[in-house]
């Protein structure tokens, strides 16, 4: 297939779809462009044409698809009517995206049990890191503005706080991933969210 003369668009994000899938099923160790090429049904020359090689691939995927889901939490944030009710919509969303969410369900797949350690690349690895903290820092905010609104005692341990939000949505995940016929999403969502919520309360 001879490149095209501009990039195209919808071609990137066929290649990361394709990408993604793949790199999902097969880790990143265990995947080869040739895999990804059969997958987007695109030649290799196309995808030489957006990327370097499968470590900028993999890159690219992670940061664009992390930053969708902090994305994902500042919609449902600010959609809601206090800073508790923000924690609670993203919360909520979070579980929704986890249980329903097909991209969202491949990148969460990916990040938390295809990738091996001492083989990923160093840039994917600083933009999962820095999307982390991205998100702690969304929770943090929130939490911040619900102790000044009088929604949290004045003495939260705000850090505590984010770390159990954040940790308690990472560990629903890698579970729901690892045996989702034990549990949905959704369902336990609300139950987790009166836990994390009275443990807030409970611990200031």
């Excluded at 009517?81 to 993203?90: C, D, F, H, T, V």
């Excluded at 909520?92 to 990738?115: C, F, K, N, P, V």
């Amino acid at each position: 297939m001879p490149r095209p003369k501009q990039a195209d668009p919808l071609a990137r994000r066929q290649i990361l779809a394709a990408a993604l899938e793949v790199f999902s099923r097969k880790g990143y160790a265990g995947t080869t462009l040739d895999d990804i090429t059969a997958e987007a049904n695109l030649s290799k020359g196309a995808i030489y044409w957006y990327f370097d090689s499968k470590a900028e691939l993999f890159t690219a995927i992670l940061g664009e698809r992390a930053t969708i889901f902090s994305e994902l939490l500042e919609d449902a944030a600010r959609q809601a009517s206090s800073p508790l009710a923000a924690l609670e919509a993203m919360w909520m969303r979070w579980m929704e995206a986890l249980e329903t969410d097909h991209g969202y369900q491949s990148y969460a797949r990916l990040a938390h049990l295809r990738i091996e350690l001492g083989v990923e690349p160093r840039e994917s690895m600083d933009a999962r890191r820095a999307e982390e903290r991205r998100t702690q820092a969304l929770v943090t905010e929130r939490l911040l503005a619900a102790v000044a609104a009088g929604q949290l005692p004045p003495q939260t341990d705000i850090e505590a706080a984010a770390l159990s939000f954040v940790s308690a949505g990472n560990g629903l995940v890698r579970a729901w991933l690892l045996v989702p016929e034990t549990f949905f999403p959704r369902t336990i969502a609300p139950r987790i969210w009166q836990v994390l919520v009275a443990g807030w309360r409970h611990a200031s």
